[in-house]
T-cell receptor, first 113, second 116 residues
Framework: SQELEQSPQSLIVQEGKNLTINCTSS?????LYWYKQKYGEGLIFLMMLQKGGEEKSHEKITAKLDEKKQQSSLHITASQPSHAGIYLC?????????????FGAGTRLAVHP | GAVVSQHPSWVICKSGTSVKIECRSL??????MFWYRQFPKQSLMLMAT?????????EQGVEKDKFLINHASLTLSTLTVTSAHPEDSSFYICSAPSTSGGDEQFFGPGTRLTVL
């Protein structure tokens, strides 16, 4: 079964609208990553969260990790067409200090002008 | 940030042939690299961990004799898909963790494999 559940699976918003993507884990998260991917391309690192209650922002994107470290949300404010793509959350499942990531199914975002 | 490259970016081959995909860390050394596979409209699935100087470790369900991994140097890992079949057609992406103390993992641009 999928360890990381992302919702929604897809999202279509009007330019300028806010949106939130969620990522829920069946296990405690010790490292939660958010990446963006354009179809058929590599992954662009957005943010990484480790501490319960942690929140990070970059430009118009804010990511949060809940206190129990089992759920994270990614919020985009005043969305732009450039925000369109696939958003993936990834969790650190490795040991020995190296990041062995597993990923959620992704959320496909389309932003209409 | 650090750069990871892949070669080729896309490849088309006939069924039954073998295809080699290279993953290079361009400005840092990577003793560990990861190989992922992504089918259309699906997420990345971890296939194996490539270890410099030792055997790769494979995820459950991934055939190690079909997907040969060689971590030849501190900057190069190769994935060879042997006797490729149409069901092996996919997007293959490699990644390498940061070695500068950060937690970021750097991903290559991916290789699209189409097996006819």
């Amino acid at each position: 079964s999928q360890e990381l559940e992302q919702s929604p699976q897809s999202l279509i918003v009007q330019e300028g609208k806010n949106l939130t993507i969620n990522c829920t884990s069946s296990k405690t998260l010790y490292g939660l990553y958010w990446y963006k991917q354009k179809y058929g391309e590599g992954l662009i690192f957005l943010m990484m969260l480790q501490k319960g209650g942690e929140e990070k922002s970059h430009e118009k994107i804010t990511a949060k990790l809940d206190e129990k470290k089992q759920q994270s949300s990614l919020h985009i404010t005043a969305s732009q067409p450039s925000h369109a793509g696939i958003y993936l959350c990834g969790a650190d499942r490795g040991s020995g200090g190296y990041n062995k990531l597993i990923f959620g199914a992704g959320t496909r975002l389309a932003v209409h002008p | 940030g650090a750069v990871v490259s892949q070669h080729p970016s896309w490849v088309i081959c006939k069924s039954g042939t073998s295809v080699k995909i290279e993953c290079r860390s361009l400005d840092f050394q990577a003793t560990t690299m990861f190989w992922y596979r992504q089918f259309p409209k699906q997420s990345l699935m971890l296939m194996a961990t490539s270890n410099e100087g030792s055997k790769a470790t494979y995820e459950q369900g991934v055939e190690k004799d079909k997907f040969l991994i060689n971590h030849a140097s501190l900057t190069l890992s190769t994935l060879t898909v042997t006797s490729a079949h149409p069901e092996d057609s996919s997007f293959y992406i490699c990644s390498a963790p940061s070695t500068s103390g950060g937690d970021e993992q750097f991903f290559g641009p991916g290789t699209r494999l189409t097996v006819l």
